[in-house]
């Protein structure tokens, strides 16, 4: 089974920070990476599909880059709605999360 | 609207059973694999399987296999868990997820239910 690990597993930051997520995959996943964003009692949120493209409706502060076995999420500016936390996924072979990255207010 | 709603959650003793159910409105339910993902309270997501548009693949994690069966009802526009053999460490929020399959881009799970709580305990 692909594992994947994010890193960090929690940080925290002001708003108009920039931030940047990592996710590894313990082998190779081409580009078949997505990265969803979670608030508490929320269903989580597809932000971003196939490593970097940004899914309809999602704000341009948010980018994705990577393929292979390292990705990136990156928030550009932070902003208040941003706190949250965010998982990558893999579809490479079935489907595997990552343990999460949740981002606090500083 | 896309909608996806949970239901058939509720509190289990352990070695137990109980059946899932998802209802689907807004879109073309029969031409899209579905998805069950789970959530520990205060954990992260899991994928608990797979089943695609026809039926013909269904897909589990090897932490339910055996005891957890996906099926669904195109005509009915539904998507089913059952669960068995129920562990305290099942305890959780099921999520319903429609797949979505970019081919290339591989696949991403784009529009999810709210969830319903299963809690596995004596």
């Known amino acids: 089974d692909i594992q994947m690990t994010q890193s960090p597993s929690s940080l925290s930051a002001s708003v108009g920070d920039r931030v940047t997520i990592t996710c590894r995959a313990s082998?190779?996943?081409?580009?078949?990476l997505c990265w969803y964003q979670q608030k508490p009692g929320k269903a989580p949120k597809l932000l971003i599909y196939a490593a970097s493209i940004l899914e309809s409706g999602v704000p341009s502060r948010f980018s994705g880059s990577g393929s292979g076995t390292d990705f990136t999420l990156t928030i550009s500016s932070l902003q208040p709605e941003d706190f949250a936390t965010y998982y990558c996924?893999?579809?490479?072979?079935?489907?595997?999360f990552g343990q999460g990255t949740r981002v606090e207010i500083k | 609207e896309v909608q996806l709603v949970e239901s058939g959650g509720g509190l289990v003793k352990p070695g137990g059973s109980l059946r899932l159910s998802c209802a689907v409105s807004g879109f073309t339910f029969s031409r899209y694999t579905m998805n069950w993902v789970r959530q520990a309270p205060g954990k992260g997501l899991e994928w608990v399987s797979s089943i695609s548009d026809s039926s013909t693949y269904m897909y589990y994690a090897d932490s339910v296999k055996g005891r957890f069966t996906i099926s669904r009802d195109n005509a009915r526009k539904s998507l089913y868990l059952q669960m068995n053999s129920l562990r305290a460490e099942d305890t959780a929020m099921y999520y319903c997820?429609?797949?979505?399959?970019?081919?290339?881009?591989?696949?991403?799970?784009?529009?999810w239910g709210q969830g319903t709580l299963v809690t596995v305990s004596s």
């Open positions: 082998q190779y996943i081409n580009n078949y």
């Open positions: 996924q893999q579809s490479y072979t079935t489907w595997t």
């Open positions: 997820a429609r797949d979505l399959d970019y081919g290339d881009y591989g696949e991403n799970f784009d529009s």
